[in-house]
């Protein structure tokens, strides 16, 4: 499956963002999936994930009551919306997808889609 990030940008703190991760090759539904971040100079992050029919969902202390996973598996597509934003959520954002049910480790991953830079301004 390709994965392909997009709805990133320059916004002000307070603001919001929604990201979406368009998926093709092979039918979403198929995978559970995740979006991890990476700040500058750091590693990446887990932010959310999603099991694969949507039911079951995991969100990151940090961005716990801001931030919203959610799929269309019509759609093929897997989404993150993003609200009250801090300029500590500035990363590059990455969607993935994996194999297992639902997952919230890097390794779970099998998939990833290139990234899509979200910076926050103060």
């Known amino acids: 499956v390709q994965l392909q990030a997009s709805g990133g940008g320059l916004v002000q703190a307070g603001g919001s963002l929604r990201l979406s991760c368009a998926a093709s090759?092979?039918?979403?539904?198929?995978?559970?999936m995740g979006w991890f971040r990476q700040p500058p100079g750091k590693g990446r992050e887990f932010v959310a994930s999603?099991?694969?029919?949507?039911?079951?969902?995991y969100t990151a202390d940090s961005v716990k009551g801001r931030f919203t996973i959610s799929r269309d598996n019509a759609k093929n597509a897997m989404y993150l919306q993003m609200s009250s934003l801090k300029p500590e959520d500035t990363a590059v954002y990455y969607c993935a997808a994996s194999f297992q049910w639902i997952g919230t480790t890097e390794d779970s991953y099998d998939y990833w889609g290139q990234g899509t830079q979200v910076t926050v301004s103060s």
């Open positions: 090759g092979r039918t979403l539904s198929t995978y559970g």
């Open positions: 999603i099991s694969r029919n949507g039911d079951n969902t």
